[in-house]
């Protein structure tokens, strides 16, 4: 996390800003950043959940599948930045029964957020393989990009990285020297939309997909929609979190929620929304 203090208030800032640029332009971000190229964004529905049974954990998947009828999950791996027993029993039975209850129609992700050593990590992700799994996500520390790059050399089911890292040089090292095979700076912990989309302008050199990760709830959902609207490389699936109803956002050209696994994005002016005025006069004044 060594870049959030400066990068988040800096993308909270470009986002506000690049919003009152459209308003202005009276164009969607999307437009702003090189041109709209897709207004149909499939997502992908992700669990946040560790500790829990197999079973418990498909419950809560298929809840979240028939919500938003998201034809592509993601779920959790290890203890979180380490493994134990449980953890490895979890794993090792929540991947074939994910499988099973979903079907092949089913895109499916998994996410270690650097839980595993190397054997362990190729011992899961030849698992994942034999199921079909979309990608496995950060199966060793963030940072440690040599064991990373061996992972993603040893594995056929891709790895994906980028979510923590804040500097453009090292995703430079990420791309030039395929040490993840799908590229993913998250908004937020990133530094914004220009910084990302940079990022996947050297994937799509390298003929690499550049997926974002999304931190935030509140407008992050829509944050990643309008990236993927103008990036050629963004994947099949983006990350959508849902929409948080207490922030009270309306939009002329878009439900602002999944339907059939798919978001559509704004077309109005900026990020394409608008906020009750009456929440916005509410907000108290820090002096």
């Not at 520390?141 to 040599?146: E, G, I, P, T, V």
């Not at 990236?227 to 956002?249: I, M, T, W």
């Amino acid at each position: 996390w060594q870049g959030l203090p400066f990068w988040v208030p800096t993308a909270s800032v470009e986002f506000a800003v690049l919003d009152l640029l459209g308003q202005v332009a009276k164009k969607p971000i999307g437009e702003l950043l090189g041109g709209v190229r897709q207004r149909e964004i499939a997502v992908y529905r992700a669990s946040g959940q560790r500790g829990n049974s197999p079973e418990e954990e498909l419950a809560y998947l298929q809840k979240l599948v028939s919500e938003t009828g998201a034809k592509a999950i993601k779920f959790r791996l290890g203890a979180r930045m380490r493994y134990d027993d449980a953890s490895t029993r979890r794993d090792l039975a929540l991947i074939p029964m994910t499988r099973k209850v979903f079907g092949d129609g089913m895109a499916i992700h998994a996410d270690a957020n650097g839980s595993y050593d190397i054997p362990m990590a190729l011992r899961i992700g030849k698992i994942m393989q034999e199921h079909g799994l979309a990608f496995m996500e950060e199966p060793t520390a963030f940072d440690c990009y040599d064991e990373t790059k061996e992972i993603a050399d040893a594995l056929p089911i891709p790895v994906a990285g980028g979510e923590q890292e804040s500097s453009l040089r090292r995703f430079r090292w990420m791309i030039e020297h395929r040490g993840v095979d799908v590229v993913q700076p998250d908004l937020f912990y990133f530094g914004g939309f220009i910084r990302s989309i940079r990022v996947a302008r050297m994937a799509a050199a390298a003929g690499m997909p550049c997926t974002p990760h999304m931190s935030d709830g509140g407008l992050g959902y829509l944050y990643v929609a309008h990236y993927a609207s103008c990036v050629p490389n963004a994947g099949p699936f983006q990350e959508y979190k849902g929409r948080d109803e207490s922030l009270p956002v309306s939009s002329e050209s878009s439900p602002l929620k999944s339907v059939n696994g798919m978001l559509t994005v704004p077309t109005g002016p900026g990020l394409g929304v608008t906020i009750d005025p009456a929440f916005v006069k509410s907000a108290a004044t820090l002096t």
